[in-house]
């Protein structure tokens, strides 16, 4: 059910304090997984898992390929909190909602955010399968008024002016290539747009975002992104292509959400190797 009320520090402690007393662990990073990606949370060791539905004031998926759950444990030899599945704004939910999670594992003293996405493909030279590192985004549905940070300002998460020209953490940025580098794997590059959907892209629009600079485009992402950021959360950003979009209706071509789920089961072994490597690279 759609909320218009801006979320409350009582209600972002009353989530933390639930998911403390259902884990032992600390988590320092936090992961984000998108649609199909959810395979990731099983080289969790020593997990715990809990349901969104179980969490105080925390949204619930209702996607297929979104699990809606917390899976919280150690990864490449960092304590980490894994969302599988997030929820979009497209499902119903205000953007407070939808970014309540970020605020929530910012209160659980994370410092750190991964954001995964399934993306369509804007850039030509771009395929199925690729990673794509994302360097900035174009929030389109903030820039068009459901920024998440509308509404009064609680001073003590953030600012009530925020700088995004370092989005994603430069630092982070340069151990994703270096890992890549190391095992191998293409990363391609660029800015990633969002969007509300559900529907995805005509051509019309798909040539008007390649226009602006966008090279890759899906359904979130960038408001968790800009929470993160008031939060003060170093983040990383990567997008798995899993379409092309199409830019031309004589084509004949259709993306559907099967496509991307399919697509994300064989992307998921490099984004984990990708990830996890990161994740080495962190201060213990």
């Known amino acids: 059910m759609m909320r218009h009320d801006s979320l409350t520090l009582r209600e972002f402690t009353q989530a933390a304090d639930l998911i403390r007393s259902r884990t032992n662990h600390k988590p320092r990073v936090g992961i984000i997984l998108g649609s199909g990606l959810s395979a990731l949370a099983d080289e969790i060791s020593d997990r715990d898992t809990i349901a969104y539905a179980d969490i105080p004031h925390f949204p619930v998926s209702t996607i297929e390929g979104h699990a809606g759950q917390l899976v919280i444990g150690e990864l490449a030899g960092q ?42 493909a804007l850039n030509p030279d771009f395929r199925p399968g690729d990673l794509m590192l994302i360097t900035d985004h174009i929030n389109l549905v903030g820039m068009v008024g459901f920024n998440p940070l509308y509404g009064p300002n609680l001073d003590e998460l953030g600012p009530r002016f925020l700088d995004m020209s370092q989005a994603y953490d430069p630092v982070l940025q340069a151990a994703a290539r270096q890992v890549a580098g190391q095992l191998g794997i293409r990363l391609q590059e660029g800015v990633y747009v969002s969007l509300a959907g559900p529907s995805f892209e005509t ?29 003060g959360l170093r983040v990383l950003g990567i997008s798995c292509i899993s379409n092309q979009a199409h830019a031309h209706p004589e084509s004949g071509a259709q993306t559907t959400h099967a496509e991307v789920l399919e697509a994300g089961k064989l992307i998921v072994p490099r984004l984990a190797a990708l990830l996890k490597g990161v994740l080495r690279e962190l201060p213990q």
């Open 79 to 120: 304590t980490v909190l894994v969302m599988q599945g997030r929820v979009h704004f497209y499902e119903g939910y205000s953007m407070p909602c939808v970014t309540l999670p970020v605020r929530v594992m910012r209160a659980l003293g994370i410092d750190t955010l991964f954001v995964t996405n399934a993306a369509g």
């Open 203 to 231: 051509p019309a629009e798909i040539r008007f975002l390649r226009a602006v600079g966008g090279d890759a485009v899906g359904m979130s992402t960038a408001p968790e992104v800009t929470v993160g950021r008031h939060s």
